[in-house]
T-cell receptor, first 110, second 116 residues
Framework: SQQGEEDPQALSIQEGENATMNCSYK?????LQWYRQNSGRGLVHLIL?????REKHSGRLRVTLDTSKKSSSLLITASRAADTASYFC??????????FGGGTRVLVKP | DTEVTQTPKHLVMGMTNKKSLKCEQH?????MYWYKQKAKKPPELMFV???????INESVPSRFSPECPNSSLLNLHLHALQPEDSALYLC???????????????FGPGTRLTVL
């Protein structure tokens, strides 16, 4: 299964601190995607990293990918209260199917 | 327009009711999806439509019936649901379809369904 497993399941930090979450998966992938979900709402795509990339940045987000270890990490720098959300990784092979990891619930305290 | 819209936002129905969820996108995307999400769990894929044809059915019970009337619309018809079907139902779309679908998915805000 391409489904990712995320660690930690929950994370509580103070505003301004960095938050790091990890994703591991089991099979070969074309890319790995990270999504954010605010409470009870739809998912928002954050970043896509291809299998031949090792690191990617988008604003305060930094994603790494290590295909030899079948793992990825998402770093949110200088966190804000608005970053409070659940974060899901989705390792993806070619084709339409997208399966999500269990998610990391991040709470940023003001 | 990069928005996927879903109606209704909330739906309460009895086990004998028939209702429909609607999803719309005007981004010219070739694939559309239905997901089911229970509280504190990740979304689970239910159905995928590629080029308006059902391409993936994740062994979903027949009380859920998807329909894709055209390339912009996706419906989910509900009949004889059970209380355990209560969940957030998310619609999504993506530009690519089939094996070329390596791109991202755009999600709607979801329909919160409660089955009494």
């Amino acid at each position: 299964s391409q489904q990712g497993e995320e660690d930690p399941q929950a994370l509580s930090i103070q505003e301004g601190e960095n938050a790091t979450m990890n994703c591991s998966y089991k099979t070969s992938i074309n890319n790995l995607q990270w999504y954010r979900q605010n409470s009870g709402r739809g998912l928002v795509h954050l970043i896509l990293i291809r299998s031949n990339e090792r690191e990617k940045h988008s604003g305060r987000l930094r994603v790494t990918l290590d295909t030899s270890k079948k793992s990825s990490s998402l770093l949110i720098t200088a966190s804000r209260a608005a970053d409070t959300a659940s974060y899901f990784c989705a390792p993806k092979a070619a084709g339409n199917k997208l399966t999500f990891g269990g998610g990391t619930r991040v709470l940023v305290k003001p | 327009d990069t928005e996927v819209t879903q109606t209704p936002k909330h739906l309460v129905m009895g086990m004998t009711n028939k209702k429909s969820l609607k999803c719309e996108q005007h981004m010219g995307h070739r694939a559309m999806y239905w997901y089911k999400q229970k509280a504190k769990k990740p979304p689970e894929l239910m159905f995928v439509y590629s080029y308006e044809k059902l391409s993936i059915n994740e062994s979903v019970p027949s009380r859920f019936s998807p329909e894709c009337p055209n390339s912009s619309l996706l419906n989910l018809h509900l009949h004889a649901l059970q209380p355990e079907d209560s969940a957030l139902y998310l619609c999504a779309s993506s530009q690519g379809a089939g094996l070329a679908a390596t791109d991202t998915q755009y999600f709607g805000p979801g329909t919160r369904l409660t089955v009494l």
